[in-house]
């Protein structure tokens, strides 16, 4: 065979030959079939172990394409960085969620049909409403959107692919509205309904910040600017909380429950987090005269650095250099904010020096990400928030697309058992007995 390995098992001197199968990047070997390598016929056969998963295909999929040796993110394709000069946010979502491109009436009935599931029911808003105010908004949006399951039962309609659409495109619709809400609860202010004549983000800003006036029109370069960030956030391969998604989706409960893991799984600090830590970091650098010793600190290995770095890249982040351009964009609308002369020199000096760029310490997207968030006049505690209203276009498609893929089951990894063999119970009381007899 060609296009297959050769397995000797030293112990018994066999030979197997394993099929290779092709993706369009990647080469794979099915783990199944090392089941085959016995020693004696008793055996279960070899496991591959794999912690965390590093390099292990667990689906086929064919949304995301990363390659993080060179620094490449494509959707259904398409390079990050065309997207993000070329098209809007709603035609990213289409795209993600559906394949391809929309064309202007699909993309006009794909955001009318988002714009109508932006309200809530009233008992989602109670949930929030229950939460001290000074509790993180992370855990009421878990919280209010695992409650939604119960409103719409077509949400257990797993199966079906016509209750998948509907229910997509109502977990889309609604996140933006429970984000925005958790904002207003911590700020102890009332809550914004939906506006029908904003878009998708223009709504969402004025949700968060519609004050007395009449009507709220967000600034256009702020709300280019976040729905830039919303388009790079969109999806990006089998990370923590989309692997989370399908293996929770995978026991098939209602969508919002299954969403609410992926939300629980984006929580924290090593995923989703990432970008309030790296404004805490700025905050506690404090001015760019500092930024040189804090560097000496880290490489001391006294102190830890945010936002370098990616458990995928190796190069730069192609998402940090778009992410970059639309941070100067929210500058010139809402002034210099100081944090952001802190991170050019971090990155300046960073990028000069050998012991960064061995390690493949480079910017990512959680570098910016958060300052823009803070430029805006948003808090830390919000921007995990933000991420998950970005990422539930990719976890829903995700979602949908493990629905059907036919090799799919119930998510169920092997362990490689390190405990006791077989042994008889003997009480230790009984033993001490057996001793002294």
């Given at each position: 065979?060609?296009?297959?390995?050769?397995?000797?098992?030293?112990?018994?001197?066999?030979?197997?030959?394993?099929?290779?199968?092709?993706?369009?990047?990647?080469?794979?070997?099915?783990?199944?079939?090392?089941?085959?390598?016995?020693?004696?016929?008793?055996?279960?056969?070899?496991?591959?172990?794999?912690?965390?998963?590093?390099?292990?295909?667990?689906?086929?999929?064919?949304?995301?394409?990363?390659?993080g040796e060179r620094g490449i993110l494509q959707y259904r394709g398409y390079p990050i960085d065309q997207l993000a000069d070329k098209v809007s946010l709603e035609e990213a979502m289409y795209l993600v969620l559906f394949g391809e491109l929309p064309t202007n009436e699909q993309r006009d009935?794909?955001?009318?049909?988002?714009?109508?599931?932006?309200?809530?029911?009233?008992?989602?808003?109670?949930?929030?409403?229950?939460?001290?105010?000074?509790?993180?908004?992370?855990?009421?949006?878990?919280?209010?959107?695992?409650?939604?399951?119960?409103?719409y039962p077509d949400a257990k309609e797993v199966t079906n692919p016509q209750a998948r659409r509907r229910n997509t495109i109502r977990a889309i619709g609604k996140i933006a509205t429970l984000g925005a809400y958790t904002y207003r609860h911590m700020r102890d202010l009332p809550y914004v309904y939906p506006d029908a004549d904003l878009s998708y983000t223009g709504n969402f800003l004025g949700m968060l910040f519609k004050g007395q006036e009449s009507t709220y029109k967000p600034d256009p370069r702020v709300e280019k600017s976040l729905a830039m960030l919303f388009l790079l956030h969109l999806d990006h391969e089998q990370n923590c909380s989309a692997n989370a998604m399908r293996a929770v989706g995978s026991s098939q409960p209602d969508v919002f429950s299954a969403l609410t893991a992926a939300i629980g799984a984006l929580f924290g600090p090593l995923h989703g987090g990432?970008?309030?830590?790296?404004?805490?970091?700025?905050?506690?650098?404090?001015?760019?005269?500092?930024?040189?010793?804090?560097?000496?600190?880290?490489?001391?290995?006294?102190?830890?650095?945010?936002?370098?770095?990616?458990?995928?890249?190796?190069?730069y982040d192609p998402r940090a250099r778009i992410i970059k351009k639309a941070a100067e964009d929210v500058v010139a609308v809402m002034g210099m904010n100081p944090l952001l002369e802190v991170a050019y020199e971090l990155e300046r000096i960073a990028l000069s020096e050998d012991y960064f760029k061995s390690r493949n310490l480079y910017p990512n997207v959680d570098f910016y990400s958060g300052l823009i968030y803070q430029s805006i006049g948003l808090p830390p505690d919000l921007f995990t928030v933000l991420f998950a209203v970005g990422r539930t276009t990719g976890w829903m498609a995700q979602w949908n697309e493990m629905f059907e893929d036919k090799d799919q089951r119930i998510v169920r990894p092997r362990q490689l058992f390190i405990g006791s063999a077989k042994r008889d119970v003997v009480k230790p009381g009984a033993k001490a007995a057996a001793l002294k007899k």
């Open positions: 065979m060609a296009d297959s390995l050769t397995i000797i098992d030293n112990r018994t001197g066999k030979s197997y030959e394993l099929p290779i199968e092709y993706g369009t990047h990647e080469a794979v070997i099915n783990g199944r079939a090392l089941q085959q390598i016995k020693k004696d016929p008793e055996d279960f056969g070899i496991l591959s172990y794999d912690p965390s998963f590093r390099f292990t295909a667990a689906c086929k999929s064919s949304i995301t394409y990363i390659d009935q794909f955001v009318a049909e988002i714009l109508a599931e932006r309200e809530v029911p009233e008992t989602a808003r109670k949930i929030i409403d229950a939460y001290p105010p000074n509790s993180h908004p992370m855990t009421m949006l878990m919280s209010a959107v695992a409650s939604l399951g119960n409103f990432a970008n309030e830590q790296v404004v805490r970091m700025l905050m506690q650098i404090g001015d760019k005269k500092n930024v040189a010793d804090f560097v000496e600190k880290v490489k001391r290995r006294e102190t830890l650095l945010f936002g370098f770095g990616h458990p995928v890249y190796r190069a």
